[in-house]
């Protein structure tokens, strides 16, 4: 009886630890980073945003289209992308924000660091 209850518990314990992993990951993608928080420069995008430019970067502004699904569903042109510059890349990198609905009044805002594959909606 003694080894069967081991089992059990173990078994348990699996279920409860993989439960949380996934109760992580879940918060992680859905979360909330408050704006103090953010980079310094995902702060200074986040101004440009609100001022309505100018942009560093030619494809800041353009339409995002969720296509991982990864933000609430929305209409075609609802979600704008900018570009959060990363210090010591040559590219644009994998920081963006994206804005919902106007991106200069909606309040509206989340932030990726890993290229659209986790958000984190902005707390002003």
Known sequence: ?????LSKWLLCM?????SLNVFAKEMAQSGVVPV???????????????RGGPFPYAKDGRVFRNFEGNLPKQKRGYYHEYTVKTPGARNRGA?????GGDPVSSGEYYYTDDHYA??????E
Do not use: D, H, N
Not at 36 to 50: D, F, M, S
Not at 95 to 99: G, N, Y
Not at 118 to 123: H, L, Y
């Open 36 to 50: 103090a928080e953010l980079p310094r420069e995902a702060r200074q995008t986040l101004e440009l945003i609100k």
């Open 1 to 5: 009886m003694g080894r069967q209850f």
């Open 14 to 18: 699996a279920i409860l630890f993989l």
């Open 118 to 123: 986790t958000f984190r909606r902005i707390k």
């Open 95 to 99: 920081r963006r924000i994206v804005s």
